[in-house]
């Protein structure tokens, strides 16, 4: 059973780099075929895919948030994080970790997410 837990701060302010974890257990962040996404919902709105690193570290990324976004990865610590600089009100939201199966958007397992606040 593949489990996936964020971790970071809830509170970001204005213009400020938002940085979250994803720890991984139960399974490989180096599974061939396997990519972890970062994927968050505002509220009120519906889910938003930011970007996923595949297997072999490749990253890719909502056009929408490419110049904003950066995804890297600790495979000795089975984990990859997301960073998300000059951050506003509007990227307050639950963030999502998530294992996509075959990196077609095919997510079979979620961490429970975490809630980030953008506020001075």
């Known amino acids: 059973q593949v489990q996936l837990q964020e971790s970071g701060p809830g509170l970001v302010k204005p213009s400020q780099t938002l940085s979250l974890t994803c720890t991984v257990s139960?399974?490989?962040?180096?599974?061939?075929?396997?990519?972890w996404s970062w994927i968050r919902q505002p509220p009120g709105k519906g889910l938003e895919w930011m970007g996923d690193?595949?297997?072999?570290?490749?990253?890719f990324y909502s056009p929408s948030l490419k110049s904003r976004t950066s995804i890297s990865r600790d495979t000795s610590k089975n984990q990859f994080t997301l960073q998300l600089s000059s951050v506003t009100p509007e990227d307050a939201a639950v963030y999502y970790c998530?294992?996509?199966?075959?990196?077609?958007?095919?997510?079979?397992?979620w961490g429970q997410g975490t809630q980030v606040t953008v506020s001075s």
């Open positions: 139960g399974g490989s962040i180096t599974t061939k075929s396997v990519a």
């Open positions: 690193i595949a297997h072999d570290g490749r990253t």
């Open positions: 998530a294992r996509d199966l075959d990196g077609l958007g095919h997510v079979d397992y």
